[in-house]
């Protein structure tokens, strides 16, 4: 039983023996958090949990005769605004009069064995029912006649559960959703860090930590995306918590546009956390009998610092929210022409490239942007999706057959969501891309956005897609998203409904994605926007790989993917080994740690093969046979990071085996130092402390506890003397050690 119910004092407890949950129905009829953390003892009444503040004179109270009594000073599991709460609500809603006081109260609740779907939405899910149980709580507000309903599902494996909401109109008259959150959690402490990822293009999600202040701290975008400045994640850790101790709570938004994840710390130092779409230029229209549903919020609750939260989303995020059948099949090598040719390619070049990385055991062929219309550069083109006849003269079916010839799968890039103004699409349908009327319509990239919100636009592009992944026999298929979306109006929309432009917008992508992955399951979706700009869980729902940034430079990567990996499996990150100098940093690094950082991730190639030495060939090659070997254990194990590039010169991360029989280890150091150490041993964790391991390249065997206590002794390092002993040197050194149970 993952759900239990005290009906006399209204208390809900949702425990599976890792975390509790517990609220309760308070004497308004509004719901009061009691509880969140590690799993509790279950007892059938823990209302002493809530806490009544002494009243002051500057605090307000519903009650006359019970001045203790103050929403100011209650923790609340949905709080409105303007009834003596005066920290910022869950839900807001205007009223045809003009006001905003909503008062939802508690009617009944409902317990469902499993996990229902959000209908036009990613959210995880369960595919036994057995695995989850769904706590609906149900309030109204009887003046206006609405009905809220707050989705709780806990998990019986981890320490997870998940929130959303929704809204039924069941009045006379049409109201306006201004706010409406996934959840809202208030903290009886303020006692945290929060940790949030963020950067910008070339370097996102980047690991920041900051101490919880009184006011509102928050991360959040108004792009039009989840964003490559800010991820919808935000974790609150104590201020002693490491990477494999104390407490944190995770929250991970299933949502790829407009987000705010905020904590409030309020005068008593408690710390209100909410998180979901983003309020600003968010109103949402709901006429008499309509509904709306919110995206949901992961949670995570982990005892085991910051490692222990990601292998808790990592593990929940590969059995309850990636559908493909990519999500137990290894994902294949590829190889991407974009850095190799830019738009600089004729089908020649690019079946020369393919027969190339073919015989390096190279998999899937990627043809990225310039293969449509008349694409030779960024300024054209773009919603033009047949092929560039001057480039590729016997069409994209030819190509893909040679392709195959090679023995490689095929792939290809599109940009479904944009329009070129220079286009034959913009000629025929000029009204088809946003922006306001009578204003400018600002460029990104010399492209405009589609306004997806129109059904009739994505329908188009859907048959456009699905008619070449057909003719071409697809395997693979890149779905970018360059710029973000300005001047944001739909002419499908009635003036009162603009503000639910960018909702819609992300539904009508959405939806697209639905339509193509029902359609095409065994293609593989990797989905990009700029590299990392929509790195988030609703496109892990539909895509189970995501390009993690166009920055492809080694060392700029162990921040990117480090970062990453708080939250998202490694094998979800796409990451390749590129050419150098590299085309972001113009930084050399050498090929052995370029594969090194690759490894940890979806592996390919993004270069020209042809234009590597026989001898680079031979270490591609020998690349290559490595991750065939690793691929299923990056799929599958356990991630540990061990020493961050955000702190050291040096960084190190290693991935464990379930059975704990295999490892794979990579280390890197990013500038060399005059005589350094002379041993250096690297703690590993994870291990299975009596199992004996013999490491690939190194003689003899490693117990466990010896690799985990005493460490893995590195090789030996260049000290201005040992030139003939050495075996390594020199900036951007790394090393990738193999271990198996003998
Ligand atoms: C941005 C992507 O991140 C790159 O990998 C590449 O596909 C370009 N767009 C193509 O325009």
């Given at each position: 039983m993952l759900v239990r119910v005290n009906e006399e004092n209204k208390q809900f407890h949702l425990t599976n023996g890792k975390i509790s949950y517990i609220f309760h129905v308070m004497k308004n009829g509004h719901l009061g958090h009691l509880y969140y953390g590690k799993a509790l003892t279950h007892r059938e009444d823990f209302s002493r949990f809530q806490s009544y503040n002494i009243p002051t004179p500057s605090s307000c109270h519903p009650y006359e005769d019970d001045p203790a009594f103050s929403l100011e000073t209650v923790r609340q599991e949905f709080p409105v605004y303007?009834?003596?709460?005066f920290r910022e609500p869950a839900i807001s809603i205007r009223q045809l009069d003009g006001s905003h006081i909503s008062h939802f109260q508690y009617k009944t609740y409902r317990i469902l064995e499993g996990k229902p779907v959000l209908e036009g939405l990613p959210a995880t899910f369960v595919e036994?029912?057995?695995e989850a149980t769904t706590l609906q709580v149900i309030l109204e507000d009887t003046k206006q006649k609405l009905i809220l309903t707050l989705n709780y599902t806990i998990f019986s494996s981890g320490p997870v559960i998940t929130r959303s909401s929704h809204i039924i109109n069941a009045g006379e008259e049409s109201v306006y959703l201004e706010r409406m959150m996934a959840g809202s959690i208030d903290f009886a402490s303020c006692e945290f860090e929060m940790v949030q990822l963020s950067g910008a293009w070339s370097r996102e999600r980047h690991l920041k930590e900051r101490r919880l202040v009184m006011g509102i701290q928050s991360i959040s975008s108004i792009r039009g995306a989840s964003s490559h400045q800010h991820n919808p994640f935000l974790a609150l850790k104590r201020p002693t918590t490491s990477e494999e101790s104390g407490e944190v709570y995770g929250f991970n938004f299933v949502y790829s546009s407009n987000f705010l994840a905020q904590v409030e710390v309020d005068h008593y130092e408690t710390a209100r956390v909410m998180v979901g779409?983003?309020?600003?230029r968010f109103e949402w229209k709901l006429d008499t009998h309509q509904s709306f549903q919110s995206p949901e919020v992961v949670m995570v609750y982990s005892e085991n610092g910051l490692n222990g939260m990601s292998q808790s989303f990592h593990d929940f995020y590969r059995n309850h929210l990636i559908r493909s059948v990519w999500k137990t099949k290894d994902r294949p090598i590829l190889i991407n022409n974009w850095e190799a040719t830019y738009f600089d390619f004729n089908e020649d070049k690019l079946l020369e490239i393919a027969k190339e990385a073919s015989q390096l055991g190279i998999e899937l062929f990627v043809l990225d942007d310039?293969?449509?219309?008349?694409?030779?550069?960024?300024?054209?083109?773009?919603?033009?999706?047949?092929?560039?006849n001057e480039k590729l003269p016997y069409g994209l079916e030819h190509v893909a057959k040679k392709i195959r010839e090679n023995g490689m799968e095929f792939g290809l890039w599109f940009e479904p969501e944009m329009i070129s103004p220079k286009s034959e699409l913009f000629l025929e349908h000029p009204d088809w891309a946003i922006e306001t009327p009578n204003r400018h319509a600002s460029l990104g990239r010399n492209q405009r956005v589609l306004d997806f919100t129109r059904g009739e636009i994505v329908t188009y592009i859907y048959k456009k897609m699905a008619a070449i992944i057909k003719k071409t026999n697809l395997s693979y298929v890149k779905w970018d998203m360059n710029r973000y979306v300005t001047e944001a109006y739909s002419a499908a929309l009635s003036a009162d409904q603009q503000g639910e432009f960018f909702h819609r917008y992300i539904l009508g992508v959405y939806k697209l994605y639905q339509q193509l992955t029902e359609e095409f399951p065994n293609v593989l979706f990797e989905s990009c926007a700029g590299g990392g700009g929509r790195f988030d869980p609703g496109m892990f729902y539909y895509a189970p790989q995501a390009w993690t940034s166009d920055n492809t430079d080694a060392v700029e990567r162990l921040k990117i993917q480090y970062g990453t990996s708080l939250v998202y499996p490694i094998y979800s990150m796409g990451s390749h080994v590129s050419a150098v100098p590299n085309h972001q940093t113009l930084r050399v690094t050498s090929l052995k740690t370029r594969a090194n950082t690759a490894y940890f991730g979806t592996f390919g190639y993004e270069l020209n093969p042809l234009e590597l030495s026989d001898e680079e060939k031979q270490v591609v090659k020998h690349q290559v046979e490595n991750y065939k070997q690793y691929r299923s254990l990056i799929r599958e194990g356990d991630f540990y990071r061990l020493l961050s590039p955000f702190d050291n010169n040096e960084t190190a991360w290693m991935i464990v085996s379930k059975d704990k029989r295999e490892a794979l280890v990579g280390w890197y150091k990013v500038l060399a130092a005059p005589n350094p150490r002379k041993q250096t041993n690297l703690l590993l964790k994870g291990l299975n402390e009596k199992a004996d391991y013999a490491i690939e390249g190194k003689e003899g065997t490693y117990f466990g506890d010896e690799l985990m206590f005493q460490g893995l002794s590195l090789s030996t390092e260049f000290n201005g003397v040992n030139k003939g002993v050495s075996e390594r040197g020199g900036d951007y050194q790394s090393d990738v050690f193999h271990l198996k149970q003998v």
């Open positions: 303007g009834q003596t709460d036994k029912k057995d779409i983003h309020p600003f310039g293969w449509f219309g008349k694409r030779d550069d960024d300024t054209t083109s773009l919603g033009d999706w047949w092929e560039n």
